[in-house]
T-cell receptor, first 109, second 116 residues
Framework: KNEVEQSPQNLTAQEGEFITINCSYSVGISALHWLQQHPGGGIVSLFMLSSGKKKHGRLIATINIQEKHSSLHITASHPRDSAVYICAVASYNTDKLIFGTGTRLQVFP | NAGVTQTPKFQVLKTGQSMTLQCAQDMNHEYMSWYRQDPGMGLRLIHYSVGAGITDQGEVPNGYNVSRSTTEDFPLRLLSAAPSQTSVYFC???????????????FGNGTRLTVT
């Protein structure tokens, strides 16, 4: 069983829909990262969380440490949100990241 | 600032050849790391460094060497390339580490390596 599991693997949405991507992990962590990989391959950091909730524009990330679960929400989705979203956890007391396999999101106009 | 610069963008090697993937950052970040990305497997940590002169192994270190002689540079060396090393390689850096507060990762644009 993978230490970081993401769901769904693939997601298709119509423009304007509310999107939720889930990440569950089985190890103790110092922090959880949400990353976005563009169709061209570049990777950017969206959020880094150790507790609670963060918001940036139309993106919201939450984490529940007790349940070992995080969600990434996209409100009012847009075709430019089409990308692969990757969850990664920083294993507790190490500097090693463990990655999920990603969620491929396609938003159609 | 240029951020994280990776070179080359593409490389084709024959089995047994050696090469170095370059990674440089100009943000004075202490933490640097190398990952490989393979279809269906997600990103996997190869080696990482928490500061100049300090390196450590990640999940898949075999066949790769690293060194960190300066804060800015973290090259990845393939000593004898194998077809199993065909992959996309990413370098990333952060201010203090992957678990430290407010220390997000900055990624290079990747190197697509093919070993024939």
């Amino acid at each position: 069983k993978n230490e970081v599991e993401q769901s769904p693997q693939n997601l298709t949405a119509q423009e304007g829909e509310f999107i939720t991507i889930n990440c569950s992990y089985s190890v103790g962590i110092s922090a959880l990262h949400w990353l976005q990989q563009h169709p061209g391959g570049g990777i950017v950091s969206l959020f880094m969380l150790s507790s609670g909730k963060k918001k940036h524009g139309r993106l919201i990330a939450t984490i529940n440490i007790q349940e070992k679960h995080s969600s990434l929400h996209i409100t009012a989705s847009h075709p430019r949100d089409s990308a692969v979203y990757i969850c990664a956890v920083a294993s507790y007391n190490t500097d090693k990241l463990i990655f999920g396999t990603g969620t491929r999101l396609q938003v159609f106009p | 600032n240029a951020g994280v610069t990776q070179t080359p963008k593409f490389q084709v090697l024959k089995t047994g050849q050696s090469m170095t993937l370059q990674c440089a950052q100009d943000m004075n970040h202490e933490y640097m790391s190398w990952y490989r990305q393979d279809p269906g497997m997600g990103l996997r940590l190869i080696h990482y460094s928490v500061g100049a002169g300090i390196t450590d192994q990640g999940e898949v270190p075999n066949g790769y060497n690293v060194s960190r002689s300066t804060t800015e540079d973290f090259p990845l060396r393939l000593l004898s390339a194998a077809p199993s090393q065909t992959s996309v390689y990413f370098c990333a850096s952060s201010q203090t580490g992957t678990g430290a507060p407010n220390s997000p990762l900055h990624f290079g644009n990747g190197t697509r390596l093919t070993v024939t």
